[in-house]
């Protein structure tokens, strides 16, 4: 048998019973026994041990919500070929969430934040779907049903720098404790496709400066790769590479200028003013079905 073959995750979650796929329910959506259950709920402990300390809360939302949601997040026009979509008996149009940022964006909304409450930090794990085609489908790499620990931190833009360097501290321990050693990409947008981001050139150039500085202030082994943005911002993507050479994206960390104007967030600041905030998205394991195919492999 090849190394390949015999590190394949796929064969490994086989032999120890961490979790199967089955036809009725459909590719790309596995079904986790009772022992790979406890894998992922003792990879999901280690991060909210981490996070915890950082003063992190936990929320939760439901997996679906009204078309309105993502038309103002602008998800529903860029996003719309991932989304899964539901029509109500009444014939009102539902999304299964691809991502939670919006609906954490709602939890902020609901109510006025003083500047002495800022930081906010909200975190929850809780599986995603995103409409990949079939022939992209494999193992637990790329699947429908993706387990994200997801955190969003809404802060001052002053704010933004230590929160960031504070995840990434996060991302070090978590990924370190399993022996990688990560190279940072930073994912920034195409000047040549603005048609598919959000936000204006003058949003995205503060935005990737800012993190381009961070990783350089930080020492870091990075690398810029254009094209590679997130929808709303540029990211902070975490490479690993595994036993036999080959390179994941595992953790992720995202700097949000955009959906905080296309949401209305503020915090009231020492003069009484609105002030618009940012936004910081992480995940720690970058999903945790992609995490476990790294260890396992």
């Known amino acids: ?12 979650g086989k032999d120890l019973d961490l979790f199967t796929f089955s036809e009725l329910v459909g590719p790309g959506l596995p079904l986790w026994t009772p022992r790979g259950t406890i894998v992922r709920q003792e990879l999901d402990a280690f991060v909210w041990e981490l996070r915890s300390k950082y003063g992190y809360q936990k929320v939760t939302i439901p997996h679906l919500t009204r078309r309105a949601l993502y038309e103002t997040s602008g998800h529903w026009e860029k996003f719309g070929d991932d989304l899964f979509r539901i029509v109500s008996r009444e014939g009102k149009d539902f999304a299964v969430k691809p991502m939670n940022c919006p609906h954490h964006t709602q939890i902020f909304a609901r109510h006025p934040h003083s500047y002495r409450e800022m930081p906010q930090r909200y975190a929850e794990t809780t599986m995603v779907y995103r409409d990949e085609q079939s022939g992209e489908l494999g193992g637990l790499t790329r699947v429908l049903s993706i387990t994200q620990d997801d955190s969003h931190v809404f802060c001052r833009m002053g704010q933004v720098k ?21 190279r940072a990409r ?14 204006t050139a003058e949003i995205w150039k503060n935005a990737e400066t800012a993190l381009r500085e961070m990783a350089e202030e930080r020492g870091a082994d990075f690398f810029e790769a254009p094209g590679e943005a997130a929808l709303y911002g540029p990211k902070l993507d975490f490479m690993a590479t595994d036993s036999i050479g080959r390179t994941h994206q595992v953790a992720t960390i995202q700097l949000d200028f955009n959906l905080p104007e296309r949401f209305d967030l503020s915090c009231v600041n020492e003069k009484g003013e609105k002030e618009r ?21």
Request: proline share 3%; charged share 25%; net charge negative.
């Open 1 to 12: 048998m090849s190394e390949l073959n015999e590190r394949d995750h796929r064969r490994i």
């Open 162 to 182: 230590q929160e960031f360097l504070q995840i990434w501290d996060i991302v070090d321990t978590f990924w370190g404790a399993f022996g990688f050693k990560l």
């Open 277 to 297: 905030i940012v936004m910081i998205h992480s995940a720690i394991t970058g999903s945790i079905e992609r995490a476990s195919a790294v260890l396992l492999e």
């Open 186 to 199: 930073l994912s920034f947008h195409d000047p040549k496709t603005p048609e598919k981001y959000l936000g």
